[in-house]
């Protein structure tokens, strides 16, 4: 089960956190720019090559702290399939580097349609008489407030590939609670529904640690509402989104653990990409930066837990 191998990798390098692959250009070096440009033209071409260079570099550098990386489709898809064809190779690299890859697809569509999008993400699409694997992530998030027969093709596809998803429950952006907080039931939320529909549809494929293949997302930067998220989703594994650039702290992601560190872990994108635009060195030593950004955040949140 995929989240079990998620909780290994976390329990070996004894650090809860995701480094976000959300390369827009100008978070990408210079000098690294400047070597894909050179060859590709400014073109989509040069743009996707940079992103390469840079996501590889980032990988290599975190690879042996970091157990995870959550590559945004968002900053792959702007660039075409140029884009998503370093989408793909970026995800095979950071398996290779032994991470666990999450998807950021947050998809959610009819039952037939999610089918597609899980069969391309996580499972095979079947040509002829052959089964192939494309993107091939261990993990992807889903937007799931069309309900549960946009989420159950994704969880048949985890079943029958050892995966796993994180879908929306309470998310980090500031226009959150518009619906989310929104009253519902009897002094309840929407947001409170959607956790309990989330424990619903992952009953029954808990793994070793206890947790289902529904995981579950709850921003960082509502430390109140991500406590009780945690107490009312007892067997799901919380992506925590918000650490860092959007102002959640250490302090507020410790109530998404559980006992010894575990069932969840937090994601810092532009805090740990960008962080050599801090250093004053033009990006020549961004991997440098960038693991130094990952060690403060793990000695950071490990303040405040314990991991065993
Ligand atoms: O699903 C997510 O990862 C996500 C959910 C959410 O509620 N808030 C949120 O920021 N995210 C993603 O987490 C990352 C946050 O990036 P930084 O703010 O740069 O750390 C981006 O990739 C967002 O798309």
């Not at 894909?36 to 400014?42: N, S, T």
């Not at 996707?48 to 970091?66: M, P, R, Y």
């Not at 309840?188 to 009953?203: C, F, N, P, R, S």
């Amino acid at each position: 089960m995929s989240f079990d191998a998620l909780q290994e990798k976390i329990l070996a390098v004894k650090n809860p956190t995701v480094a976000g692959l959300d390369p827009k250009p100008e978070y990408v070096p210079e000098h690294i720019r400047k070597a894909a440009y050179a060859a590709h033209g400014e073109t989509l071409a040069g743009a996707a090559e940079a992103i390469w260079q840079f996501n590889k570099g980032l990988i290599d550098a975190l690879c042996d702290i970091v157990p995870s990386v959550k590559p945004q489709s968002a900053y792959y898809e702007r660039l075409g399939w140029r884009g998503m064809e370093v989408m793909e190779r970026t995800i095979r690299y950071a398996k290779e580097k032994g991470m666990y890859v999450i998807a950021d697809i947050k998809r959610g569509d009819i039952g037939s349609t999610a089918e597609a999008y899980s069969d391309g993400w996580l499972g095979a699409t079947q040509v002829g008489e052959q089964s192939c694997t494309v993107f091939d992530a261990d993990c992807v998030t889903l937007n799931g407030y069309m309900g549960a027969d946009s989420v159950n093709p994704f969880l048949n596809t985890c079943k029958e590939y050892g995966k796993s998803c994180f879908v929306l429950v309470k998310t980090s952006n500031p226009g959150s609670g518009e619906l989310q907080n929104v009253s519902a039931g009897e002094n309840d939320t929407v947001y409170g529904l959607m956790a309990d529909l989330i424990e619903k549809w992952g009953a029954g494929t808990e793994g070793k640690y206890g947790y289902t293949m529904a995981g579950a997302v709850a921003g960082a930067t509502h430390p109140e509402e991500l406590r009780q998220i945690r107490a009312r989703m007892p067997h799901t594994f919380l992506l925590v989104p918000g650490y860092g650039a959007q102002g959640g702290t250490a302090e507020d992601v410790q109530y998404a653990f559980h006992q010894g560190g575990k069932g969840a872990i937090v994601n810092s994108s532009r805090g740990i990409i960008c962080a050599w635009k801090k250093t004053g060195h033009n990006g020549e030593d961004y991997q440098e930066a960038a693991r130094n950004a990952a060690i403060a955040m793990r000695d950071d949140i490990c303040r405040f837990i314990t991991i065993e």
